[in-house]
């Protein structure tokens, strides 16, 4: 069948992307679902910065590449082998196929899963496939989800089923920042009530993240980033104190506010001047986690005398630790009971169309979510 997906065929463009358009609508071959693979409608599809690292360069990826990685969708066809999944079931992409099998999967950890990120690399599904094809030639999958079109064709482990009772467009939202933010505090730090959790940049993930500390019944909740309006929009969600990452005073504002440092210190902004302030916030015995994913080139030091003496932890969250088909519905159902108002993360929606338009504004910070609607 033929359907229209964004490309990119070429990383790090000048911006404004309004103008040197390194995005481009195509009307593209999509090869039906193999086996084990469904093909699916796009409901909604979440700006993010993932896909913007392969749209600025930071994270090369194989091109030429259709993008997106967040998104819901309802089943329109499955391939042979398909027997959970039929015709007209929601569902949640997940950007991380899991196989189920590898040894990361059977220790419970998939969001490691080996032959998921072995896919993901070399721009296959799962099964090794490339489904999409512009004028002859193989285009690249991105993540195993290529959400940016109308259509896709994707592996039944990159998809969870999720209940009917929630609106579609707002679903999109919990196939990255809610599962990597809500995740990154509920299963990497495993946050307790009562426990000092800070976070440092706050864009989709990190007030996905905040969300889930308010959740968790964590106190103080400290929210911190450059822009004052997304500091003011913490407050809204249930930040019980903000500061402005520009403050020269922040590290001292921050351990007076927490009582000598937060327990959990959850860096999202993907910087290394931001890795390095959650790591001087966190207190003595505390833990400084990172969800933010830098430039490939990024280097970070630090003495290990602290990590001793102190008895510091650093930890690493990649998906927020999540089993996507435990996690996502246990997440919804969160959503639906009033315990994470994730819709409140939505800035706007707008055609696909308008995608360079769209990574213009998530790149100077003028959305938490924009959802493109094809």
């Not at 079109?149 to 809610?178: M, Q, W």
């Not at 959790?197 to 990190?206: E, K, P, R, S």
């Not at 309006?229 to 007076?256: M, R, S, W």
């Amino acid at each position: 069948m033929r359907t229209r997906s964004a490309i990119l065929r070429e990383s790090g463009m000048s911006t404004p992307y309004a103008e040197s358009r390194p995005i481009t609508i195509e009307d593209v071959e999509l090869k039906g679902p193999g086996r084990d693979e469904v093909l699916v409608k796009i409901e909604a599809a979440g700006v993010c910065h993932s896909d913007l690292s392969a749209i600025d360069g930071a994270r090369p990826r194989p091109l030429p590449i259709a993008l997106g990685h967040e998104a819901s969708a309802r089943i329109e066809a499955v391939g042979e082998g398909v027997t959970k999944l039929v015709p007209g079931d929601p569902v949640v992409m997940s950007f991380l196929p899991v196989c189920g099998e590898c040894p990361m999967c059977a220790e419970g950890r998939a969001a490691l899963c080996e032959e998921g990120y072995a896919a993901n690399a070399a721009g296959t599904l799962l099964s090794g496939a490339r489904h999409i094809h512009l004028r002859g030639l193989p285009v690249n999958h991105h993540s195993g989800v290529s959400a940016f079109s109308e259509y896709a064709v994707v592996s039944t482990k990159s998809v969870v089923k999720i209940t009917p009772e929630i609106d579609l467009t707002t679903a999109a939202v919990f196939g990255c920042a809610v599962m990597t933010g809500v995740g990154a505090v509920m299963n990497t730090c495993n946050v307790s009530p009562g426990e000092s959790v800070a976070i440092i940049g706050l864009g989709g993930v990190g007030l996905s993240a905040l969300l889930g500390a308010v959740a968790s019944g964590a106190y103080p909740i400290i929210a911190i980033d450059i822009a004052d309006a997304k500091l003011e929009q913490a407050k809204t969600l249930g930040a019980t104190h903000v500061f402005n990452a520009g403050d020269p005073d922040i590290v001292e504002q921050v351990k007076e506010a927490s009582k000598g440092g937060v327990r959990y210190a959850i860096e999202m902004a993907g910087n290394t001047r931001a890795f390095d302030l959650a790591y001087k916030i966190a207190r003595r015995g505390g833990v400084t986690a990172t969800a933010g994913l830098t430039n490939v080139n990024s280097r970070f030091e630090i003495s290990p005398l602290p990590l001793v003496g102190e008895e510091r932890t650093i930890l690493g969250s990649y998906m927020g630790s999540c089993v996507p088909s435990r996690d996502i519905p246990r997440y919804i159902e969160l959503y639906r009971a009033g315990r994470l108002p994730v819709d409140r993360l939505i800035s706007s929606t707008g055609p696909l169309s308008e995608i360079n338009e769209a990574f213009d504004k998530l790149r100077k910070g003028e959305v938490i979510r924009h959802l493109l609607i094809p």
